[in-house]
Nanobody, 119 residues
Framework: QVQLVESGGGLVQPGGSLRLSCAAS????????MNWYRQAPGKERELVAG????????NYADFVKGRFTISRDNAKNTVYLQMNSLKVEDTAVYYC????????????WGQGTQVTVSS
């Protein structure tokens, strides 16, 4: 059974930091690209950051470049999102996503973790 379990969300003041984790099980983690998405109330889900299966390449949305860092540990089947210099507008539910595309597309989602940035 595929599982993606996010943790590390919470309430933080503007300018603060949080580190999200996503523990994966039920599939071959090292063969999947991993992504973090977020969804704020009343808005569509948007891509925050992504990392290739080997961790050799990553990409970021413009609104988090220079502040967030995605990483993965294939030995631990875990992907991370280090979030620094948090802003009020970063408030959202953050979702972990696993994706693999070959002949078929495999796409898995976690349940999400709430991040609230407020003074």
């Amino acid at each position: 059974q595929v599982q993606l379990v996010e943790s590390g969300g919470g309430l933080v003041q503007p300018g603060g930091s949080l580190r999200l984790s996503c523990a994966a099980s039920g599939f071959i983690f090292s063969t999947y690209a991993m992504n973090w998405y977020r969804q704020a109330p009343g808005k569509e889900r948007e891509l925050v950051a992504g990392i290739t299966s080997t961790g050799g390449s990553d990409n970021y949305a413009d609104f988090v470049k220079g502040r967030f860092t995605i990483s993965r540990d294939n030995a631990k089947n875990t992907v991370y999102l280090q979030m620094n210099s948090l802003k009020v507008e970063d408030t959202a539910v953050y979702y972990c996503n696993a994706r693999r595309i070959n002949i078929w597309t495999y796409n898995y989602w976690g349940q999400g973790t709430q991040v609230t940035v407020s003074s």
